[in-house]
């Protein structure tokens, strides 16, 4: 059960951001390979942290251990 | 492509491409405007040099543009480094209180910011650097629509460091060439500097003549 | 397993005037298609979704049971898919396992791990990772990530049709930049990417694509190692509502094709019959 929400037209058609053609031409590659290309990783996670904030009290978070993210304060919360 | 070939075509870059001003101007302007549109109190596009496996700042346009262009520090450090690294932007309000965020490399840079919008620079395949908008004011909301727009400029920068970046590496491969090859970037440096085509077709006829009588000579 | 052995036959290229007629067709749709045919009254049950990712971190408050934990890794130039005893290395796939959690909430949830801590990964072991989850049937393939590198994105391609094919819904997050990468650009796929609104069922088509659908993920509350909550944003957030969407509706219709959930998904999204929609 939900009402129609307003149509954004944002979302809707105009918001066109992944309709573009591969950035940049393979056939511009600099022509020297630099020693570490391939360390490039292949494979990317696609989250970027806005910000990141506990809803909850920490329950034995770990201190080195710790996740990559973690929690720091936002301005409007 | 042979050696000699490469060395050729390295040559001709080395003289057609714009030189390291130009292309500064270019990166310049896009960092102008990117803090501009956010009203920001600065933004920079950072270069990832691979073989030193250090970011340098490239282009600063508000805080620290007197300073830092030129200044370097490692890839794997800090908000760029981790932008870099991951390819993913990264919007933070206070980076005081993120794991992530180097102290001791923004205050080596003389400006410390509170808030950080961090987009990779991509080209093709390759992550070539980070473009950073810093300290937007305070009240400023949070918005996919900023990340998208972060995201265009970081395709023009994108592109503008794969030009500059193809220079250098032409030069430095020019640096290394013989005399002859100096003469050919100048001669094609001066045909691409001509806007009179007439000219040039003439040029270029003149110089496969030459050619065509050393092959069968 | 190759693309080509997931297949469980030859595929018939003309079918004889007896034969044609025990052909089992698709089973008829309401003239009306509403959400709540598609998904209404369905908790998953029965659905198995399948994280290709960095791991899940099992017994998280709002995750919940893991089935299924495996892991992807490069051994003396070999790949090798066995069980995993690491969990998730940094927090992504615990959070993508967790909304599907909270869109269907009695599906049976799998892990494959491919991503690191550095939430990076190799393309051999992506690939790696998909080709086992495709060869184990599952109904959802959740992949919030993606590779911009070419060179596997003919393997990628054939896998994600095998998918397409053996009735698997890959349902793959969109760049979060405006780059090319994969595999959420190939049409057999479901594309995602975010919108800023709230409502964690609220999903939009998008009339230009690649990207076909938005779901939320701004400001998304999400599990996270540790056993955590915390607040995130990214088109990885929004991939796992469409997985559990998709998960909602093949628990309540397991004979639906991927192609035919993807066409439920716009008949059924917030802007269906908008003007111009």
């Given at each position: 059960m939900w009402e129609d929400?307003?149509?954004?037209?944002?979302?809707?058609?105009?918001r066109t951001p992944y309709r573009r053609n591969t950035v940049g031409d393979e056939k511009d590659r600099a022509p020297h390979r630099a020693p570490?290309?391939?360390?490039e990783p292949d494979v990317e996670a696609h989250a970027h942290a806005h910000k990141a904030l506990p809803d909850e009290p920490d329950k034995d978070q770990g201190d080195d251990d710790g996740p990559d993210v973690e929690a720091h304060a936002h301005a409007h919360k | 492509m042979g050696d000699a070939d490469a060395r050729l075509r390295d040559a001709v870059a080395a003289g057609v491409l714009d030189d390291d001003a130009t292309h500064a101007a270019l990166l310049g302007s896009i960092v102008q405007v990117a803090?501009?549109?956010?009203?920001?109190r600065a933004a920079s596009v950072l270069l990832l040099d691979e073989a030193a496996g250090e970011l340098v700042f490239e282009a600063v346009v508000g805080e620290g543009e007197d300073t830092l262009v030129g200044q370097r520090f490692p890839a794997s450090k800090g908000i760029a480094g981790w932008v870099l690294n991951t390819r993913q932007p990264l919007v933070i309000t206070d980076v005081t209180a993120d794991p992530r965020f180097s102290a001791d490399t923004a205050a080596a840079t003389g400006y410390v910011p509170k808030g950080i919008m961090a987009v990779p620079l991509l080209h093709g395949e390759e992550a070539l650097g980070v473009l950073e908008v810093l300290d937007r004011p305070a009240d400023a909301r949070f918005s996919i629509e900023e990340v998208d727009l972060l995201g265009l400029f970081g395709i023009q920068a994108a592109a503008a460091l794969a030009l500059i970046r193809r220079a250098r590496l032409a030069a430095a491969a020019l640096k290394g060439g013989g005399g002859d090859l100096r003469a050919?970037?100048?001669?094609?440096?001066?045909?691409?500097?001509?806007?009179?085509?007439?000219?040039?077709?003439?040029?270029?006829?003149?110089?496969?003549?030459?050619?065509?009588?050393?092959?069968?000579? | 397993m190759s693309a080509e052995a997931a297949d469980e036959s030859l595929p018939a290229y003309a079918v004889d005037r007896t034969a044609v007629q025990r052909l089992r067709g698709a089973r008829a749709?309401?003239?009306?298609?509403?959400?709540?045919?598609a998904l209404g009254g369905s908790t998953g049950r029965g659905a198995r979704v399948c994280v290709v990712d960095s791991g899940i971190e099992a017994g998280h408050p709002r995750v919940g049971e893991v089935t299924t934990a495996m892991a992807v890794s490069i051994v003396d130039d070999e790949v090798v898919v066995e069980p995993d005893t690491e969990g998730d290395l940094c927090g992504h796939g615990t959070a993508c396992a967790g909304i599907i959690r909270q869109i269907a909430p009695d599906c049976e949830l799998a892990s494959v791990r491919v991503l690191g801590e550095g939430f990076v990964g190799s393309g051999p072991v992506l690939v790696a990772g998909l080709r086992?989850?495709?060869?184990?049937?599952?109904?959802?393939?959740?992949?919030?990530?993606?590779?911009?590198?070419?060179?596997?994105?003919?393997?990628?391609?054939?896998?994600?049709d095998a998918a397409y094919f053996r009735r698997s819904i890959v349902v793959a997050s969109a760049h979060n930049m405006p780059v090319a990468s994969y595999?959420?650009?190939?049409?057999?796929v479901i594309s995602v990417a975010s919108h800023e609104l709230e409502?964690?069922?609220?999903?939009?088509?998008?009339?230009?694509?690649?990207?076909?659908?938005?779901?939320?993920?701004?400001?998304?509350?999400?599990?996270?190692?540790?056993?955590?909550?915390?607040?995130?944003?990214?088109?990885?957030?929004?991939?796992?509502?469409i997985t559990g969407i998709c998960a909602l509706i093949r628990a309540k219709h397991p004979d639906l094709t991927p192609a035919e959930v993807k066409t439920l998904l716009g008949l059924t999204a917030a802007n269906a019959g908008a003007d111009g929609g």
């Open positions: 929400s307003e149509c954004d037209h944002r979302l809707v058609g105009t570490h290309a391939a360390d | 803090r501009a549109i956010f009203h920001a050919l970037a100048q001669i094609a440096s001066r045909v691409a500097g001509r806007g009179d085509d007439r000219a040039v077709s003439d040029f270029l006829a003149a110089l496969n003549a030459l050619l065509s009588r050393m092959d069968g000579g | 749709w309401p003239t009306g298609v509403t959400r709540e045919w086992w989850a495709i060869g184990q049937g599952y109904d959802v393939i959740n992949m919030s990530l993606s590779t911009t590198k070419r060179k596997f994105v003919e393997e990628l391609h054939d896998l994600a595999p959420w650009r190939f049409s057999s409502d964690p069922l609220a999903y939009y088509r998008n009339p230009d694509p690649p990207v076909e659908f938005f779901a939320r993920g701004v400001d998304v509350s999400v599990a996270w190692t540790g056993g955590v909550s915390m607040r995130s944003t990214g088109n990885s957030f929004a991939t796992p509502h």
